[in-house]
């Protein structure tokens, strides 16, 4: 299987000085991963608040992206999703060890999977599963979770820290099946065509190049990847969104319908229509939501001032 990103092996040279800080940053994440999950959420807040101090641009983003998304939210409504999305900003670094780390009988204890029926009514046709993911902070952990379900498939990036590499990979892994690298779509598309259920994130600006300008929430132009509708179409696979929501307890997976016919549909329609529904899903719980990322940066040639000036 050619397409499968093979394992990344361990090194001696990971021993060296040259990656202490990493281990260092490893041993503290580890520890803290075995706190009980109220205690590590306790400091997943105060690492968000450090974080908006050290990166206070990207803080800024965040709030500038709840006010163009949601036009209606009152100054106070902003203020208060952003502080809690600032929170949850930080507690996605301990959720990302979490889903590396902790052992499986944790993960499934932690986590609620609600729309399954979708996913086994799917491959009881005989057909794949493409899951659009959604962007929440918490999804490197629902990725781990999700697997005890179903085994999935999903995209890689490399990361440039060998040893970063090693245990994310290895990490990402756990529960789920293998990984494909991420301009591998000829790979993504057999995968689906065997039936599999694969993971792919269709929420997020990846510039001008195989994008299309519909509206996303309160933005009229928002650039819309177009790669999305190409797997839709060039499989029989069934097309459901995914999200992963905060619980008081732990964690909840949302598998939602399939969206039946939208690979039917013109581009336009139909990446407004999947708009529409991401902007539905993500108003379930909008702190939890990767609003740090400049989701409308790029702009159409015709309109071309930034939205975050």
């Not at 092996?9 to 940053?25: D, E, I, N, R, S």
């Not at 709030?63 to 502080?83: A, C, F, G, I, M």
């Amino acid at each position: 299987m050619a397409a499968v990103i093979k394992a990344p092996a361990f090194k001696l040279a990971f021993l060296g000085p040259k990656y202490w800080p990493v281990w260092l940053g490893v041993f503290i994440l580890y520890l803290i991963t075995w706190l009980p999950l109220p205690v590590i959420r306790l400091l997943g807040a105060g690492a968000g608040k450090l974080i908006a101090l050290i990166v206070p641009k990207r803080a800024k983003v965040a709030k500038k992206n709840l006010q163009l998304w949601n036009p209606t939210l009152s100054d106070e409504e902003v203020e208060t999703l952003y502080r809690e999305n600032i929170r949850r900003t930080g507690m996605a670094l301990f959720e990302t060890a979490m889903g590396w780390w902790w052992p499986s009988w944790r993960v499934k204890r932690a986590i609620v999977i609600e729309g399954t029926e979708h996913v086994e009514e799917a491959l009881a046709r005989g057909t794949g599963v493409f899951g659009m993911a959604l962007h929440n902070m918490n999804l490197e952990f629902a990725c781990r979770g999700i697997g005890f379900f179903h085994p999935s498939i999903a995209f890689y990036r490399k990361h440039n820290n060998p040893l970063v590499d090693y245990l994310q990979y290895h990490g990402r892994n756990r529960s789920n099946k293998y990984m494909i690298d991420k301009r591998n779509a000829k790979a993504l598309l057999a995968a689906l065509d065997d039936n599999e259920l694969c993971l792919y994130l269709p929420d997020q600006d990846y510039g001008p190049k195989q994008s299309i300008f519909v509206p996303f929430g309160g933005v009229k132009d928002t650039a819309t990847t177009t790669a999305t509708l190409m797997f839709i179409r060039r499989s029989q696979a069934r097309p459901m969104l995914i999200t992963s929501q905060y619980t008081k307890s732990g964690y909840k997976i949302k598998i939602f319908p399939p969206l039946i016919g939208l690979g039917e549909m013109e581009d336009a329609a139909a990446l407004t229509t999947l708009n529409q529904h991401i902007d539905a899903a993500v108003k379930e719980q909008p702190e939890s939501y990767l609003w740090m990322h400049k989701r409308f940066k790029t702009r159409p040639k015709e309109n071309p001032a930034s939205l975050y000036n």
